[in-house]
């Protein structure tokens, strides 16, 4: 057993939590993330936890399902399509759906092989990276949820899982926004919720980005441009990499403009 699918239902559940007490006219709130609404948020999570397990326990399915889903974008959206795919469920009801799926999908990780081989919608992953991608995406767009409802999230030590896949995807960073790759990574230093300090690469004043593992993560998943957090940058690799740092797979994403991504502030 290895402990991301329970980081990973935690993070889930920490987000049910906040959205449990919500009225039905609450989910449709447009929130400061391509004013993608609460039930656009939850619904993309829902059908890519469900993808997940497929892509873990049938996989025919889920390339079946990953078939169908490229015919539609020739046409439409991935918004429209998930939107389909959820068909009726709004609201309360997907939120008691999207909860039982990502219990679900714990379940069968806590259970499997961590190095077994999982295909994806891009390369194929690990059992392990394959869950804290889920970790990554749950944590991510929750942070539009908690932006919008003027919640601070008080984060633990699982978002090291994150700020890994941060590091980690540095050459990833710069090959998908077709950048030359600096010669060496910078030295990251990080305080963890817990106080702990977290580092990563050959120690260095130089090149260095030091600070909070949350703002770190928030770059490195654009939830937060890098001038809105309170994150020590030092020389051109650290600099350059903190300007368009992307942990996800896709095509190249362009930052939040600093200023546009923050925490709404609650009457009263």
Excluded at 131 to 158: K, N, S
Excluded at 187 to 203: C, E, F, K, Y
Aim: charged share 25%; with cysteine; proline share 6%.
């Amino acid at each position: 057993m290895f402990e991301q699918p329970a980081d990973f239902r935690d993070e889930s559940e920490a987000l049910y939590q906040l959205l449990a007490p919500l009225q039905e006219a609450d989910f449709e709130r447009p929130s400061r993330f391509k004013q993608w609404t609460i039930n656009e948020v939850i619904t993309h999570l829902h059908f890519w936890n469900a993808a997940v397990q497929k892509a873990l326990i049938d996989e025919p399915a889920f390339v079946t399902l990953m078939a169908d889903l490229n015919a539609c974008l020739k046409t439409s959206t991935m918004r429209a399509y998930e939107k389909r795919w959820a068909g009726p469920l709004r609201g309360q009801t997907l939120l008691r759906a999207w909860r039982e799926q990502f219990r679900q999908v714990t379940d069968h990780f806590q259970k499997a092989d961590p190095k077994q081989r999982v295909k994806w919608a891009g390369p194929d992953m690990s059992a392990r990276s394959s869950i804290t991608a889920r970790l990554m995406e749950t944590w991510a767009h929750g942070q539009a949820v908690y932006d919008l409802l003027g919640v601070e999230r008080v984060d633990t030590d699982r978002i090291r899982n994150i700020a890994v896949l941060g590091v980690n995807t540095f050459g990833w960073t710069f090959a998908t926004h077709k950048q030359p790759l600096p010669a060496l990574a910078p030295h990251v230093r990080l305080t963890a919720p817990s106080g702990a300090i977290w580092t990563w690469n050959d120690a260095s004043e130089t090149e260095l980005i030091e600070g909070s593992a949350t703002e770190f993560c928030q770059v490195v998943t654009q939830v937060r441009n890098i001038a809105d957090t309170r994150l020590k940058v030092a020389g051109e690799a650290a600099t350059r990499w903190m300007a368009i740092a992307q942990c996800f797979a896709g095509p190249p994403e362009t930052p939040p403009a600093p200023g546009s991504r923050f925490r709404e502030s609650v009457p009263g």
